[in-house]
């Protein structure tokens, strides 16, 4: 009876305390420890807005910046051959056809002993042989160095020649017709890549690819320099001159003889156009030579410094 009094009694506070005091109550008769409320976050503040920093304008005066240096034609491994590199040595067309040999007179001229070798018709197989000035050399007119390489004048009424000499090969461009002799009954195309002979070539072949590569990066970059430094309105020439070099060394190399395995023609075309571009830029390549190896001191002393010589001959970029 005790404890349904006490139950009523307590029903009778909870009825009139509110909530908070019942809840207090059953805390003191069971024992029950209250719970902790839920921690409340702290609300976000943004921090302050930093304070823009003085303007520098009013501290002290802007520096221009310095425009950027122009690009510089680069020499590299281009050189203008001589004569030398040509005379007294047997060429031939493509490497494989007719004879070309150029010789000094006792006056110091030049004279060109050239044989083509034709066919009879277009069509024909039968083929023919075309001496010029009856074998017995023909002379050449120099014509200077208008594109970097010694340029000489063959002057044949029925067949003008042209000849560039470059490094062990000259090339010849004939007129832009076949070339017709009538006394012969032949017809020839002179024009192309007048050089050694294949087996010539062949110990050789690491040297003509290592030509060529380097000869394609100095082409590369000179093309750029002068194509920047031409007017929007001659930019144009220049760059359709460009996109026809890599036809038109594909079209002068793929009759030479053994070219997939020598690259020598590919090697001496290109190094002609970057003796062009070169030239077009305005470098002196007349005496130019390949890039200068560094010399080997000796090992005993490592911090003695290069003769003066390889000093003055480095390039600013080494």
């Known amino acids: 009876m005790r404890r349904i009094s006490l139950a009523l009694s307590v029903a009778a506070l909870t009825a009139t305390a509110g909530g908070a005091q019942a809840q207090n109550i059953f805390e003191l008769l069971f024992g029950i420890r209250p719970a902790r409320p839920p921690e409340q976050q702290p609300a976000y503040r943004r921090p302050p807005p930093e304070a823009p920093p003085p303007d520098a304008s009013y501290d002290e005066p802007r520096r221009a910046t310095a425009p950027a240096a122009p690009a510089m034609p680069?020499?590299?491994s281009v050189k203008a051959p001589s004569e030398d590199s040509v005379i007294g040595r047997d060429l031939k067309q493509n490497g494989s056809n007719g004879s070309l040999r150029i010789e000094r007179t006792a006056r110091g001229d030049l004279r060109v002993k050239l044989t083509l070798v034709g066919r009879r018709a277009p069509q024909s197989v039968e083929?023919?042989?075309i001496p010029f000035a009856a074998g017995e050399g023909a002379p050449l007119v120099a014509q200077g160095r208008p594109e970097?390489?010694?340029?000489?004048?063959l002057q044949d009424p029925t067949c003008p020649l042209q000849l560039e000499f470059l490094d062990e090969a000259v090339m010849v461009k004939g007129p832009a017709e076949t070339c017709t002799f009538q006394s012969v009954s032949c017809q020839a195309d002179p024009s192309g890549m007048w050089g050694p002979e294949p087996a010539q070539l062949l110990p050789k072949v690491r040297d003509y690819e290592a030509m060529r590569a380097a000869a394609d990066r100095i082409v590369r970059d000179n093309y750029k320099v002068l194509a920047s430094r031409a007017r929007p309105e001659n930019a144009r020439p220049i760059i359709a001159e460009q996109a026809a070099f890599s036809s038109d060394r594909e079209m002068m190399c793929r009759s030479y003889a053994r070219e997939g395995t020598t690259s020598f023609c590919n090697a001496k075309f290109t190094e002609a156009r970057a003796l062009s571009l070169a030239t077009r830029l305005g470098v002196n390549v007349s005496t130019a030579s390949a890039e200068p190896r560094v010399r080997r001191r000796p090992t005993n002393d490592p911090y003695s410094l290069p003769p003066s010589d390889?000093?003055?001959?480095?390039q600013p970029e080494d």
């Open 74 to 76: 680069r020499v590299g």
């Open 148 to 153: 970097g390489a010694l340029r000489y004048q």
């Open 127 to 129: 083929t023919c042989s």
């Open 310 to 314: 390889e000093l003055m001959q480095r």
